[in-house]
């Protein structure tokens, strides 16, 4: 019992999902409609995304990429800001929260050696603004965007349509918040990282990475059906690197089945269904952004895409809502914990510098979508 408590306690979107779902089956008894709810191609892609990432960060090509950007940094500033929009373009490919998880602990570890301690905080907050931010460009840079463009049957083109206007505005905030929080003091040789330190990335293992990466994207262009991807997968990585099947994120996966089942459940309560189609009528943003602060951003898309009358309204505020509080995304939890176990850290600074640069630009940003965006 303290071990499923505990796990709970750890788990609580899961928790929250879970709950919401054997909740909405006491008002829909399970029956055969219930696999009709869940989107099989949407958790196909999710899992085989997150085992060839995992496979790229196994051959070192992360570590080597941040260890060549450091190497060439001259200054505290540069060094800072190089770690920002490492974090910021690598999430649009590698998911928001495999971004944080790689780039966090590493941005403790290199601005420690440069004796920028007092960095820690700015950069970091910073970071998951990026990863949030610049995951929202593609559709494999996060859980809600890759539900939504294969629900809505979106082309790519049409996607970036949507998504680019607000990519690049977060850029431009991403860097100018990093240049303003970071000081002009000179690495003046605290730091000694070489890009050959840490070797080379597997060349053998990048090829068959880089070549599963290629599969799961002709998933996403629809060029064939997620079996064949799920099926080349499973058959290269049981030959070639079995162990790393068992790194996806099965708790993320089950949290979305969880709120399948919700959503599904709602839908076919006709006084629930008629309140949230009618309330979300010209207000999609505004209610998609507001959910994502309480339940986070993944599951707030899942509940509201059967009610949205406005993808893109939809898309956005689910992308911008991922800004605000330390729920409406789960990559901001996961900044946060990997913060609290540097030494030194303090927990209430950070979060005071959290909720105030993403406040900020939360308001920021929906002013920009309902004036600019038009949504």
Known sequence: MKQILHFLKNEIVFSIAFLAAAVSCLFVRPDAEYIGYIDFRTLALL?????VVAGFKKAGLFDY?????????????????????LTFFCSMVITNDV????FV??????????????LLIPVIVIQTV????????????????LFIFSTFGLSMGDFLKLTAPVWVLSLLACTVLTLAFTGRKDLQGALHIDAQESGRPSAKQLCVYAALFAVCLLVVFRVFDWPVMLAILLAVLLLFDRKILLEGDFVLLLTFICFFIFSGNL?????????LSSYMKGRTFLVSAAASQVISNVPAACLLAGFADDVKALLLGVDVGGLGTPVASLASLISFKLYCKAQGAQPGAYMKLFLLLNFALLVLFCIVCKLAMGV
Request: with cysteine; glycine share 8%; net charge positive.
């Open 267 to 275: 839908a076919r309560i006709p006084s629930v269904s008629d309140a």
């Open 130 to 145: 990026a990863a949030n931010l610049g995951s929202m460009l593609t559709p494999v840079g996060n859980p809600q965007n």
């Open 105 to 118: 602990p590493f941005s403790v570890m290199v601005l420690s050696m440069a004796g920028a301690d007092n």
């Open 65 to 85: 990429m941040a260890k060549r950007m450091c190497a060439a940094a001259g200054s505290v500033k540069g060094l800072s800001l190089g770690l920002v929009l």
């Open 99 to 102: 971004a944080l998880l790689t």
């Open 47 to 51: 899992y085989c995304l997150m085992v």
